[in-house]
């Protein structure tokens, strides 16, 4: 077969898995620091820094709704005890217990256990981060074999930058971190006919560190699948093979279906076609209707003048929204004015506030009310990563 073969993709897959289970313990601890769950704590006389106890995180996952109860939650912390994430502060119990015991992240306390799996892990997050931060030109759309491709790379200025950061010595050894790289799921070929070689072969990266993981993905063995298959709510995928415009898919299994414009530039999932990222317009799609987005989410449509009368039942909100490495995680729809049709709940609309029926009002400074969701979505996808967006929302939301 063309690509890196079944067993190797197979390999890819559950190494990928393993890396979910490593960044979701890693974004959950960032959050518990922030949240000062995790502090120094004395017991006995004596001080345990940077732990937490147990009853007291159950709680915090219930508050912040990442489980629905306590039994899920234990189950949640139990899965990060068990892929050894954290562990009892004296390691005298081997499950996670939902009582005033103290445990800690073994990466608070330098104890996780740095095998060659875990490195490539760490190694690949860390180069991530490291280009998404930096001024840099190596990620940008390119074409190859016909296709137009998001956010890819041409391998042989990869290796040219591995260098001159200094990641890598030589370049063999980096020509070694692209293919392991590649073999652990974190990047790939962009139609996943290749396996990583120094040249001119276009190559994206197939894991979003920055995507924020639902705790609850952690009990499912399928969690990716879940939540980025074809049928996810935020998945973007090609229509078809001659490199179409593509949209942003939104489920409702009970609702008619519809396509609707994309404002997320990219995803990655295994199971959304095998060749990984794919770009996004702001157009509609002429390909085959597919299950996309239900019917408007608006009780009914209202007017500008209406908005903006005072005294109306309204109130203006602003958001700033960071675009992460796919996008800004919603969906606008209709025309003047237009409304938010679907919101990420992993994404940064969420984080930043943003819900469904809300009234666009203005994107960065440009007033939008006479506009309609193309235009909008166009006004998105061609500004800045970071959007500030005001919006009108009824007061009964």
Request: aromatic share 6%; proline share 4%.
């Given at each position: 077969m063309?690509?890196?073969?079944?067993?190797?993709?197979?390999?890819?897959?559950?190494?990928?898995?393993?890396?979910?289970?490593?960044?979701?313990?890693?974004?959950?601890?960032?959050?518990?620091?922030e949240?000062?769950?995790?502090?120094?704590?004395?017991?006995?006389?004596?001080?345990?820094?940077?732990?937490?106890?147990?009853?007291?995180?159950?709680?915090?996952?219930?508050?912040?709704?990442?489980?629905?109860?306590?039994?899920?939650?234990?189950?949640?912390m139990q899965?990060?005890?068990?892929?050894?994430?954290?562990?009892?502060?004296?390691?005298?119990?081997?499950?996670?217990?939902?009582?005033?015991?103290?445990?800690?992240?073994?990466?608070?306390?330098?104890?996780?256990?740095?095998?060659?799996?875990?490195?490539?892990?760490?190694?690949?997050?860390?180069?991530?981060?490291?280009?998404?931060?930096?001024?840099?030109?190596?990620l940008?759309?390119?074409?190859?074999?016909?296709?137009?491709?998001?956010?890819?790379?041409?391998?042989?200025?990869?290796?040219?930058w591995?260098l001159?950061?200094?990641?890598?010595?030589?370049?063999?050894?980096?020509e070694?971190?692209?293919?392991?790289l590649?073999e652990?799921?974190?990047?790939?070929?962009?139609?996943?006919?290749?396996?990583?070689?120094?040249?001119?072969?276009?190559?994206?990266?197939?894991?979003?560190?920055?995507?924020?993981?639902?705790?609850m993905?952690?009990?499912?063995?399928?969690?990716?699948?879940?939540?980025?298959?074809?049928?996810?709510?935020?998945?973007?995928?090609?229509?078809?093979?001659?490199?179409?415009?593509?949209?942003?898919?939104?489920?409702?299994?009970?609702?008619?279906?519809?396509?609707?414009?994309?404002?997320?530039?990219?995803?990655?999932?295994?199971?959304?076609?095998?060749?990984?990222?794919?770009?996004?317009?702001?157009?509609?799609?002429?390909?085959p209707?597919?299950?996309?987005?239900?019917?408007?989410?608006?009780?009914?449509?209202?007017?500008?003048?209406?908005?903006?009368?005072?005294?109306?039942?309204?109130?203006?909100k602003?958001?700033?929204?960071?675009?992460?490495?796919?996008g800004?995680?919603?969906?606008v729809?209709?025309?003047k004015?237009?409304?938010?049709?679907?919101?990420d709940?992993?994404?940064?609309?969420?984080?930043?506030?943003?819900?469904?029926?809300q009234?666009?009002?203005?994107?960065?400074?440009?007033?939008?009310?006479?506009?309609?969701?193309r235009?909008?979505?166009?006004?998105?996808?061609?500004?800045p990563?970071?959007?500030?967006?005001?919006?009108?929302?009824?007061?009964?939301?």
């Amino acid at each position: 077969m063309d690509g890196i073969g079944n067993t190797m993709q197979k390999k890819a897959a559950e190494l990928e898995r393993m890396a979910e289970v490593l960044v979701t313990g890693e974004q959950l601890r960032l959050r518990l620091h922030e949240s000062k769950v995790i502090k120094d704590r004395r017991h006995h006389l004596r001080t345990y820094p940077n732990c937490f106890v147990g009853k007291e995180l159950i709680d915090w996952l219930i508050e912040h709704k990442e489980a629905s109860d306590r039994d899920t939650a234990i189950k949640i912390m139990q899965k990060l005890l068990d892929q050894s994430i954290v562990h009892h502060v004296c390691d005298e119990h081997k499950e996670f217990k939902d009582m005033k015991l103290l445990y800690r992240f073994r990466k608070d306390d330098g104890t996780f256990p740095l095998d060659n799996e875990a490195k490539v892990f760490m190694r690949g997050q860390r180069i991530y981060e490291k280009l998404m931060n930096t001024e840099n030109n190596l990620l940008q759309t390119r074409e190859e074999e016909g296709g137009s491709f998001e956010r890819a790379l041409v391998a042989s200025e990869f290796l040219d930058w591995l260098l001159q950061e200094g990641e890598m010595a030589t370049r063999e050894e980096a020509e070694q971190l692209g293919r392991r790289l590649l073999e652990h799921g974190i990047i790939q070929h962009v139609t996943n006919k290749h396996h990583f070689m120094d040249g001119e072969l276009l190559y994206q990266f197939r894991m979003n560190f920055r995507r924020r993981r639902r705790l609850m993905e952690l009990l499912s063995e399928r969690s990716r699948t879940i939540h980025e298959s074809q049928d996810s709510p935020f998945c973007l995928r090609k229509q078809n093979s001659e490199g179409g415009n593509t949209s942003f898919l939104s489920v409702s299994p009970t609702k008619e279906i519809k396509v609707v414009s994309a404002v997320r530039r990219s995803s990655m999932s295994s199971s959304c076609g095998s060749s990984g990222y794919y770009s996004s317009s702001p157009t509609l799609s002429s390909s085959p209707p597919v299950l996309c987005n239900p019917k408007s989410v608006l009780k009914r449509q209202v007017s500008p003048e209406e908005l903006q009368t005072p005294g109306a039942p309204y109130i203006k909100k602003t958001f700033t929204i960071v675009g992460d490495a796919v996008g800004w995680g919603f969906v606008v729809r209709g025309s003047k004015p237009c409304h938010i049709q679907a919101v990420d709940p992993s994404g940064p609309a969420a984080a930043a506030g943003m819900k469904v029926s809300q009234f666009v009002v203005s994107v960065n400074g440009l007033n939008v009310l006479s506009l309609d969701y193309r235009t909008v979505s166009s006004l998105i996808l061609t500004g800045p990563r970071t959007v500030v967006m005001e919006i009108m929302e009824g007061v009964e939301c």
